[in-house]
């Protein structure tokens, strides 16, 4: 076991990890090619390769969730390091922002 003193260190974080993703959940993957879409969330798509492994009990649901989870903390790790990126996602906050506020101003 190896001990590092990193002083005023508080945390690690990722850094262009999908590669890394992908290899610590090949499964995922793997099953993810057999998805109706392409860009599956896994989460509520239908015809889901993923969702019907967790629903038959082949693959764990947390792995999915920590799969997930790391999908999206990567992204978000992209998105402030890409202006493009930054722009596009700013860009999809205020479109959701809009319909919600029509929403609740149309109810």
Not at 42 to 67: F, K, M, Q, W
Request: glycine share 6%; proline share 3%; with cysteine.
């Amino acid at each position: 076991m190896t001990l590092i003193d990193t002083p005023g260190l508080r945390g690690i974080g990722m850094w262009d990890a999908g590669a890394g993703i992908a290899s610590a959940f090949p499964e995922i993957d793997e099953l993810a090619q057999y998805c109706r879409f392409a860009d599956c969330a896994h989460e509520t798509e239908p015809g889901c390769a993923v969702r019907a492994a967790v629903d038959r009990g082949d693959l764990d649901a947390r792995r999915v969730e920590s799969h997930r989870k790391l999908r999206r903390e990567n992204e978000r790790i992209a998105a402030r390091s890409d202006a493009r990126l930054r722009h596009e996602r700013t860009r999809e906050i205020k479109v959701m922002s809009r319909a919600i506020r029509a929403y609740y101003r149309d109810r």
